[in-house]
């Protein structure tokens, strides 16, 4: 499962420390900061949009959904009492989650150091309201840790993140 993969053996003397407490917090205020200083002026940028993070302990590890007015993401980071080797940025990663798996890059924040991120919208649909941009994230996150099922041999099930996120209704 997900601790596994994120706990590989690796020829590295830093680490990453895990973070005792939900990081959600920091996380926001660390995308505040980029939408000021960095993102503002780009051509899809939604400035509607708010910041939102929503984080939950999975396997030892801080899971969570992350909005800006410019992307939607998974993103990964080390739970209480874990150390993260330091890997490569923008290395990948595939971890299996119970809604399947997903590709995450390695990435880095200031505040928070290394963390992992996979990508679900980018750039954000411009006709998305800041309400269904906030719902998304609870369903997202919801979602991220729900089992998939099936009905009655209905056939497989399509986890894609294109189909997840592009099934809008009016």
């Not at 954000?124 to 906030?134: F, I, N």
Request: proline residues 9%; aromatic residues 6%; hydrophobic residues 45%.
């Amino acid at each position: 499962m997900a601790q596994s993969y994120l706990t590989d053996v690796q020829e590295t003397v830093e680490e990453c420390v895990g973070f005792a407490v939900d990081p959600s917090p920091i996380l926001m205020a660390q995308y505040e900061r980029i939408a000021r200083e960095e993102m503002q002026a780009l051509p899809f940028y939604h400035p509607a949009m708010p910041i939102l993070a929503e984080c939950a302990l999975y396997e030892g590890q801080w899971l969570g959904v992350v909005l800006t007015p410019w992307m939607l993401s998974v993103v990964v980071l080390p739970g209480p009492d874990q150390c993260w080797p330091v890997r490569p940025l923008a290395s990948r990663i595939a971890l299996q989650l119970p809604c399947g798996n997903l590709t995450f890059m390695v990435g880095e924040l200031p505040e928070l150091g290394q963390l992992l991120s996979c990508s679900l919208m980018s750039p954000l649909d411009p006709h998305l309201s800041a309400k269904e941009g906030a719902a998304l994230v609870g369903s997202v996150h919801k979602m991220l840790l729900s089992l998939p099922v099936q009905q009655d041999g209905a056939g497989t099930v399509d986890l894609g993140r294109r189909r997840l996120l592009g099934a809008r209704q009016g």
